[in-house]
């Protein structure tokens, strides 16, 4: 399998190689050059297969035999074996044909830990294999940074390195990153936003030469490939035990940086039935003006109850905006050059196209905690501020009352109690596993919002680990 850039000037590369780098080198996202489909038969033979064993049929034709099966087996099973519910993915449901993916049951209590889990172990695994080390260097909104170190600390052929926007993460995910004491990670609380994090991370991709020599960065962010790929597999497994591939199953997709969407795009394209996909964001609505008004304009960031979505522009919409423009590079590359300085829109035609493909819907803070309120009320269960929005979402824009409508509960309430108290409720108490999280040590940096102090830290505190 050939891994081509959506920028059209780097040579495509393979599995590994896409595992090991972030955004090619002309700036570009790495995609399939084909994409694997799976015929209805094929797809409804793997209803009784456990989690793992189900995730492996579906990454198979995308690793291509580069890793060999009995390796890339092990590196599945010890992921999900981590996890704290027995179907890794349980589905509740609330009302009729009203569903919701529990995404939550992994080590840092988000759907990211699916992805990191297995990337963390796929590195080691081909670092090893390569004699290779590697600098991790990411931006987290709060989420994917505890799930990073969390899947990749234990390796010791990489260093991470974690930018955070100082004080605009919740006290949960803060503690869950900056109590992992070891020699490899390092917590960076960058004086800014999320973007200023990930516009520092993408300008240190771009230029690496402050790194020792013989190193390079690796990403763990969504524009990783293999993240994008193993969530994949959660809309198939949910699917599957609602009637699928036989009927239809729409999705409400709570969406930041546009890679959980993504992949449920990427699912209906392999041949998954799905009627509706919905892109639910909060008031940092950008992804929802384009899909309902062909407005594609960046605003101000708004601090929100959903700080996972707190996102101006998101990095995975390359990935479909390339599938929009039919392939065509240049015709990307011309939309993104112009992106920033105006507003754009698509032809009709497109836009026609990104309608058939999402719906969309934006959700504020007030109606977040009403959501929480009520379905708490009605049905008992405590959902987090972006799953919440994701279930209005789907409420506001599901056209079909026959299609069990599932919304991805991407973390856990525990993790966002602010929006919790807002809604009038307790804090949910933190699994057994984190109960002690408030006494554990803290250890991070501040750190200026330019690239040169981040770069610099790095330089200073990347000791080389061979
Ligand atoms: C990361 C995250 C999201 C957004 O996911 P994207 O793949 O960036 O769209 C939504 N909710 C939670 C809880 C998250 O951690």
Redesign the pocket.
């Known amino acids: 399998m050939k891994y081509i850039s959506t920028r059209g000037i780097s040579p495509s590369q393979n599995f590994e190689q896409v595992l090991l780098t972030g955004l090619a080198p002309d700036g570009g996202l790495y995609v399939p050059e084909v994409l694997p489909t799976f015929s209805a038969e094929e797809i409804g033979s793997w209803r009784e297969l456990s989690y793992p064993d189900l995730a492996l049929k579906i990454i198979a034709p995308f690793i291509d035999g580069e890793i060999p099966e009995a390796d890339l087996r092990e590196i599945v099973e010890s992921s999900y074996a981590n996890f704290n519910h027995p179907d890794v993915a349980p589905l509740t449901q609330l009302g009729e044909n009203e569903w919701v993916l529990e995404l939550?049951h992994g080590p840092t209590l988000?759907?990211?830990d699916f992805a990191l889990q297995v990337l963390g172990r796929l590195l080691d695994y081909v670092l090893v294999k390569k004699d290779q080390a590697v600098v991790i260097l990411g931006a987290t909104?709060?989420?994917?940074g505890s799930?990073a170190l969390e899947g990749c600390r234990h390796s010791d052929r990489v260093e991470l390195f974690i930018l955070h926007p100082h004080q605009r993460v919740s006290d949960v995910q803060r503690k869950q990153m900056t109590t992992i004491i070891s020699d490899n990670v390092f917590n960076l609380a960058v004086e800014g936003n999320f973007d200023d994090c990930q516009r520092i991370v993408k300008a240190a991709f771009a230029d690496q030469s402050f790194l020792p020599k013989n190193r390079q960065l690796a990403a763990v962010n969504?524009i990783n490939w293999a993240r994008i790929l193993m969530?994949i597999v959660y809309y198939f497994s949910a699917s599957l035990r609602l009637g699928g591939p036989e009927k239809e199953v729409s999705f409400s997709?709570?969406?930041?940086?546009?890679?959980?969407?993504?992949?449920g795009y990427l699912a209906k394209k392999m041949g998954l039935p799905i009627k509706q996909l919905i892109v639910a964001t909060n008031k940092n609505d950008i992804l929802h003006r384009f899909i309902a008004h062909n407005e594609y304009s960046k605003t101000e960031l708004s601090k929100t109850f959903?700080p996972?979505?707190d996102?101006l522009v998101?990095s995975?919409f390359e990935r479909y905006l390339f599938d929009m423009f039919d392939r065509d590079s240049e015709k990307l590359n011309d939309f993104m050059k112009k992106f920033g300085a105006q507003t754009l829109s698509v032809s009709d035609e497109q836009w026609q196209k990104v309608r058939s493909d999402f719906d969309s819907a934006s959700v504020d803070d007030d109606t977040t905690c009403e959501v929480i309120a009520e379905v708490f009320k009605a049905n008992g269960e405590l959902l987090?501020p972006?799953?919440a929005i994701g279930l209005k979402a789907a409420r506001q824009c599901n056209t079909s009352n026959t299609t069990p409508m599932v919304t991805?509960a991407?973390?856990h309430p525990a993790?966002?109690d602010e929006a919790i108290l807002k809604s009038g409720l307790n804090t949910p108490a933190l699994p057994e596993h984190l109960k002690d999280l408030f006494e554990r040590e803290e250890k991070y940096s501040v750190v200026a919002n330019e690239l040169e102090a981040v770069t610099e830290f790095i330089s200073k505190h990347c000791t080389g680990l061979n």
Do not use: E, R, W
């Open positions: 939550f988000a759907f990211k909104s709060g989420d994917t799930a969504s969530q997709v709570p969406t930041g940086n546009f890679g959980d969407i993504y992949a959903s996972s979505m996102i998101s995975n987090d972006h799953t991805l991407t973390a993790k966002f």
